[in-house]
């Protein structure tokens, strides 16, 4: 038997590495920059939004129909928001929902530090740190801070 280094294959402790490494690279394209930067952002305020409102919707012990039903939606409309992993809600219809959860989507300013890194790097088409930037995106990708309440 092979191990992977024998095959040519890096080691899965490297993979993240040149995974980064990778990115990095890729992000000096101002294009892909901005295209990355925006599709990051997006993905991950829909997710933290439509987690917050499931998160409500199950703390007031609301059925997805029942709350279907408070904004004159279909149920699969509901459904959808919150099984699907390729949700693209309007902003309408997640002002609805808060609204029918006693909540607000509201925007928050980045601090000054992510307003430096993501906001200059939109605008500038260039990143200062390409990969501490892509790191800092999949961060909040992965976030999941919840909404409070009205």
Partial sequence: MYSSNEVGVAPMSDAGTVFWRDLARDLQDPEFLREYVV????????????????QAREAAGLSKAELARAIGSQPAVIRRL???????????????????LGMRVTLTPMDETERKDVTQSLLAGHASDPEG?????AELRESKRDLVPC
């Fill in 39 to 54: 599709e990051s952002l997006r993905i991950a305020t829909i997710d933290r939004i439509v987690n917050a409102l499931d």
């Fill in 82 to 100: 919150f099984t699907s992993q390729t949700a693209s809600p309007t902003l309408g219809t997640l002002a609805e929902v808060a609204g029918a």
């Fill in 133 to 137: 930037l892509a790191k800092h995106l």
